[in-house]
């Protein structure tokens, strides 16, 4: 595989990058997410996953701690995701409540940064990644 190149916008506080989900019957959904080199792994909000049809219920009461934290409570395994033009099958990600007033869906944690090289080029606006073992 190649290197591929991921725009973003440097004006925004974080990395915000479109995410891709496909579900069993190849309905592809486009996902709001940031990179996010604090999170062990991959977040997805139990609003998006339910909206999809990817998870049958939500935690109602879910309190969301103070700050920048999510409220975790389940896991789930994505048939398909795409991710800076990457397609993983079979991706296991963190179901969790989301602050609504944050706008995006997804945390793109390290269990997707231990499988690529990834270079940030800042003043480009630019994630320039490669797949381990590409010579």
Same mark, same amino acid.
């Given at each position: 595989?190649?290197?591929?190149?991921?725009?973003?916008?440097?004006?925004?506080?974080?990395?915000?990058?479109?995410?891709?989900? %496909?579900?069993?019957?190849?309905?592809?959904?486009?996902?709001?997410?940031?990179?996010? %080199?604090?999170?062990?792994? %991959?977040?997805?909000?139990?609003?998006?996953?339910?909206?999809?049809?990817?998870?049958?219920?939500?935690?109602?009461?879910?309190?969301?701690?103070?700050?920048?934290? %999510?409220?975790?409570?389940?896991?789930?395994?994505?048939?398909?995701?795409?991710?800076?033009?990457?397609?993983?099958?079979?991706?296991?990600?963190?179901?969790?409540?989301?602050?609504?007033?944050? @706008?995006?869906?997804?945390?793109?944690?390290?269990?997707?940064?231990?499988?690529?090289?990834?270079?940030?080029?800042?003043?480009?606006?630019?994630?320039?990644?490669?797949?381990? @073992?590409?010579?």
């Amino acid at each position: 595989m190649r290197k591929h190149i991921t725009s973003f916008d440097t004006r925004k506080h974080h990395i915000h990058l479109e995410c891709f989900i %496909t579900d069993a019957q190849g309905i592809i959904y486009s996902v709001a997410g940031i990179l996010d %080199t604090g999170a062990p792994q %991959t977040e997805f909000s139990d609003q998006f996953l339910l909206y999809a049809g990817l998870l049958e219920s939500r935690r109602e009461n879910a309190s969301i701690p103070p700050g920048l934290q %999510t409220h975790k409570y389940g896991r789930l395994m994505l048939p398909s995701v795409e991710i800076c033009g990457y397609e993983i099958a079979a991706f296991e990600v963190i179901v969790s409540s989301f602050e609504a007033s944050w @706008g995006i869906d997804a945390l793109i944690g390290l269990d997707f940064f231990r499988r690529f090289l990834m270079t940030i080029d800042y003043s480009n606006g630019i994630l320039i990644t490669e797949p381990y @073992g590409n010579d």
